[in-house]
């Protein structure tokens, strides 16, 4: 055992003797590798610390450029978008800043050359999108887009009213501000509402009033110079300078302009009526279809049918639905429900604004059936 423990000794001294010589032969490359290797990462290290600090500097002070976010605005005129939620106009070409930094500038408007933008302390003002310049500079709580020489902006006494290219205010800041409404000029007419009561009415460009605030509706047609309006369920008609044609007491009204005539639906009848009054055609009808009756069943859904001899479904308005006699062209039921079928050879079935369990059953000489 001692003999052994000897040989342990020795082959331990031996050992020891070969690590230290290794190590003597490596320590200066491995230090000089460890201190380089650790120079390397602290150098590393400090940069991306101090790129990060930069960056979050630059973030914070809006110098940091979202290039995807740019949108063109004028001839070689640029909106470009920063962090921290600024924006600012550019000139593509020579890279000049054209306005100062504000929160957020809208996109180009369709009606006229200045368009809105927002400052850093939330006030609006306009720019012009030629130059990019700011033209009035922020003081607005809110304010739209300029539309025929006219921009509607919230005053300091919280109305709304109209402001001129050289920022007058042409028509007084009287008018209730209501969220998410577009106050804009149409045709020499702008449609304002009450912000109690929720009606409408309508403006010229002089401020005269041409509708009093007591409509439900005022709206544009489509490529029409006449306005629809709509008051206690019933639909109206105007001319462009807001003069009542048709009074709002139809259930629909389709204007002609171009032809001075509209189309005019009451109690399910359907008239063309020219915008003097003069009724050129009685009774309109805009669709017709057969109406048929099931005679025998059958379960491979093969089942048969007859067609009522003279009883036809009629249609106006698109979805108003009701049946004629085409034998004398008259109207056994008015054209008022969403769907008609008949249910047997003397009962037909209307439904009443797409309820089902509504349905009323005429019979074939448009008598209610009890």
Not at 57 to 63: I, P, R, W
Not at 95 to 109: A, F, G, M, Q, T
Not at 253 to 278: C, H, M, P, W
């Amino acid at each position: 055992m001692e003999k052994k423990s000897k040989f342990r000794r020795f082959l331990t001294r031996v050992g020891s003797v070969r690590l230290s010589r290794i190590w003597d032969k490596f320590k200066k490359p491995f230090n000089f590798c460890w201190k380089t290797g650790l120079a390397i990462f602290a150098i590393v290290f400090v940069i991306q610390l101090g790129e990060a600090l930069i960056d979050t500097c630059k973030d914070h002070l809006g110098l940091t450029h979202y290039y995807w976010g740019d949108e063109d605005l004028g001839k070689n005129i640029e909106i470009r978008h920063f962090s921290n939620n600024q924006a600012a106009t550019y000139n593509k070409i020579t890279d000049e800043r054209l306005s100062p930094k504000v929160r957020w500038i809208s996109c180009v408007p369709e009606r006229d050359s200045l368009t809105v933008f927002c400052d850093k302390e939330g006030k609006r003002g306009y720019l012009n999108v030629n130059t990019g310049r700011v033209v009035i500079d922020g003081q607005y709580k809110h304010a739209w887009h300029f539309s025929e020489g006219l921009a509607a902006v919230v005053a300091d006494n919280g109305k709304v009213g109209f402001i001129n290219y050289d920022n007058e205010m042409v028509i007084p800041a009287v008018y209730d501000y209501v969220v998410d409404y577009d106050y804009i000029f149409e045709d020499g007419i702008c449609v304002l509402v009450d912000g109690l009561t929720n009606k409408y009415g309508a403006i010229d460009r002089q401020g005269n009033m041409k509708l009093p605030m007591e409509y439900s509706r005022i709206f544009k047609g489509y490529g029409e110079s006449t306005w629809y309006i709509r008051k206690d369920g019933k639909c109206g008609l105007t001319d462009s300078d807001m003069n009542i044609i048709f009074e709002p007491e139809y259930d629909n009204i389709r204007s002609n302009s171009s032809d001075n005539n509209a189309y005019l639906t009451l109690n399910g009848v359907k008239q063309l009526v020219s915008f003097d009054g003069e009724v050129i055609l009685p009774f309109v009808i805009d669709q017709t279809w057969p109406l048929k009756y099931m005679v025998k069943y059958h379960d491979d859904m093969a089942d048969e049918y007859e067609l009522h001899p003279y009883l036809v479904e009629v249609m106006i308005d698109y979805n108003c639905h009701g049946v004629m006699d085409s034998r004398s062209g008259k109207m056994v039921i008015p054209a008022i429900y969403s769907d008609i079928s008949m249910i047997s050879k003397d009962l037909l079935m209307a439904e009443v604004d797409g309820d089902e369990e509504n349905n009323v059953v005429f019979t074939t000489d448009g008598k209610i059936q009890k």
